[in-house]
């Protein structure tokens, strides 16, 4: 098993940047996908972003390329979302999950593990 928690949401004028971390704790020694996701109100959960177990591989939904950057600690149980230029568009709460997967980054279906999520706010 392994546990997630996100943390570093909040409120942000447009424009701005936050930057979210997943810990990772459990069964942390198995090598596992880890991805970003989000879910507005009155919206499915969508795919934002992942990366590989050994960081070299990036993959990104296409409203956020440019703007937010995946990327692991030297642990490899820690995963960051830095999000800049944020949009109101933006405002959901995000999720973090690890998974066994490969194929296909963007689908919720490579993923065994979820974090309960968190809120990100973006106010014009």
């Known amino acids: 098993q392994v546990q997630l928690v996100e943390s570093g949401g909040g409120l942000v004028q447009a424009g701005g940047s936050l930057r979210l971390s997943c810990a990772a704790s459990?069964?942390?020694?198995?090598?596992?996908?880890m991805g970003w996701f989000r879910q507005a109100p009155g919206k499915e959960r969508e795919f934002v972003a992942a990366?590989?177990?050994?960081?070299?591989?990036?993959y990104y939904t296409g409203s956020v390329k440019g703007r937010f950057t995946i990327s692991r600690g030297n642990a490899k149980n820690t995963v960051y979302l830095q999000m800049n230029s944020l949009r109101p568009e933006d405002t959901a709460v995000y999720y973090c999950?690890?998974?066994?997967?490969?194929?296909?980054?963007?689908?919720?279906?490579?993923?065994?593990?979820w974090g309960q999520g968190t809120q990100v706010t973006v106010s014009l």
């Open positions: 999950a690890a998974g066994g997967g490969s194929y296909y980054p963007n689908r919720e279906y490579e993923y065994d593990y």
């Open positions: 990366i590989n177990w050994s960081g070299d591989s990036t």
């Open positions: 459990g069964r942390t020694s198995s090598r596992y996908l």
